[in-house]
Nanobody, 115 residues
């Protein structure tokens, strides 16, 4: 059974930092692209960042230079280092992956940035 579990969300002030983690099981983590998406209050899911199996990374423009995605294939874990947080980063953050024809997402972790 594929499982993804996010952690690390918290309430922080503007300019603060957080590190999100996503532990996974049930699939060969190292072979698949991993993604972070987020859902702000009252809005739909927005793509944040992805890292492929080779370690190549992509970011949405609004987080470039502030967020860093990484992966530890030995630990089957995905990370998102978030710095210089802004109020508009407030959202539930989900890690996600697509395995062949199926998409999987964790339960999410809440990030709240207060001014």
């Amino acid at each position: 059974e594929v499982q993804l579990a996010e952690s690390g969300g918290d309430l922080v002030q503007v300019g603060g930092s957080l590190r999100l983690s996503c532990t996974t099981s049930g699939f060969i983590f190292s072979r698949f692209q991993m993604t972070w998406v987020r859902q702000a209050p009252g809005k739909g899911l927005d793509w944040v960042s992805s890292i492929d199996a080779g370690g190549r990374t992509r970011y949405t423009d609004s987080v470039k230079g502030r967020f860093t995605i990484s992966r530890d294939d030995a630990k089957n874990t995905l990370y998102l280092e978030m710095n210089d947080l802004k109020t508009e980063d407030t959202a539930v953050y989900f890690c996600a992956t697509k395995l062949y024809y199926n998409e999987y997402r964790g339960q999410g972790t809440q990030v709240t940035v207060s001014s």
